[in-house]
T-cell receptor
Framework: AQKITQTQPGMFVQEKEAVTLDCTYD???????LFWYKQPSSGEMIFLIY??????QNATEGRYSLNFQKARKSANLVISASQLGDSAMYFC???????????????FGGGTRVLVKP | DVKVTQSSRYLVKRTGEKVFLECVQD?????MFWYRQDPGLGLRLIYF???????EKGDIPEGYSVSREKKERFSLILESASTNQTSMYLC????????????FGDGTRLSIL
């Protein structure tokens, strides 16, 4: 079974509008973390935002916010006031379990391509 | 700023060759990772390392090996390259810590002919 599911392969959004990117996850761990990354056409992966499973508040970073619904196991990314530079692939990723010696490896979803229209 | 540098942006090799992909990070991070990225499949973890000389298999280690002799450098080795290893390869590093993000290099687009 997929651990991270991004159901929207691609979407268009009008410049200056908000867009929500869906992410659902599957884990039996109580402690986990969710990350969102942006990958422009140039290829580099850029970290956007993090939400811990015990965080009571939804994470926010500038124009990015995370709509975290723990009971539904969803962690949707909201981009407000879209800009042309937001056109990119967006990946949701999960880190499961408490950190021990084995490093904080991530499992990634398949990604959502966003195209911002002027 | 964290800097993760991959030795090549584009690389073309022939089947059967031994291929080395190098990755260096300058932030004294404990963890380093190698992923491959293929259309529709997202990023898949090949190997990772949480300390010098330590390595752990990821989800798709077959056909690959790694080396971490120094903390800042993590090498991915294709022992005998095959055409199904044509892909984008991404290296990442992070600090230990549950909320620490991984920082990525620019990627190496590898073609095996």
């Amino acid at each position: 079974a997929q651990k991270i599911t991004q159901t929207q392969p691609g979407m268009f959004v009008q410049e200056k509008e908000a867009v929500t990117l869906d992410c659902t996850y599957d884990t039996s761990d109580q402690s986990y973390g969710l990350f969102w990354y942006k990958q422009p056409s140039s290829g580099e992966m850029i970290f956007l935002i993090y939400q811990g499973s015990y965080d009571e508040q939804n994470a926010t970073e500038g124009r990015y916010s995370l709509n975290f619904q723990k009971a539904r196991k969803s962690a949707n990314l909201v981009i407000s006031a879209s800009q042309l530079g937001d056109s990119a692939m967006y990946f949701c990723a999960m880190r499961e379990g408490l950190i021990k010696a084995a490093g904080n490896k991530l499992t990634f979803g398949g990604g959502t391509r966003v195209l911002v229209k002027p | 700023d964290v800097k993760v540098t991959q030795s090549s942006r584009y690389l073309v090799k022939r089947t059967g060759e031994k291929v080395f992909l190098e990755c260096v990070q300058d932030m004294d991070h404990e963890n380093m990772f190698w992923y491959r990225q293929d259309p529709g499949l997202g990023l898949r973890l090949i190997y990772f390392s949480y300390d010098v000389k330590m390595k752990e298999k990821g989800d798709i280690p077959e056909g690959y090996s790694v080396s971490r002799e120094k903390k800042e450098r993590f090498s991915l080795i294709l022992e005998s390259a095959s055409t199904n290893q044509t892909s984008m390869y991404l290296c990442a590093s992070s600090r230990q810590g549950y909320n620490q993000p991984q920082h990525f290099g620019d990627g190496t687009r590898l073609s095996i002919l």
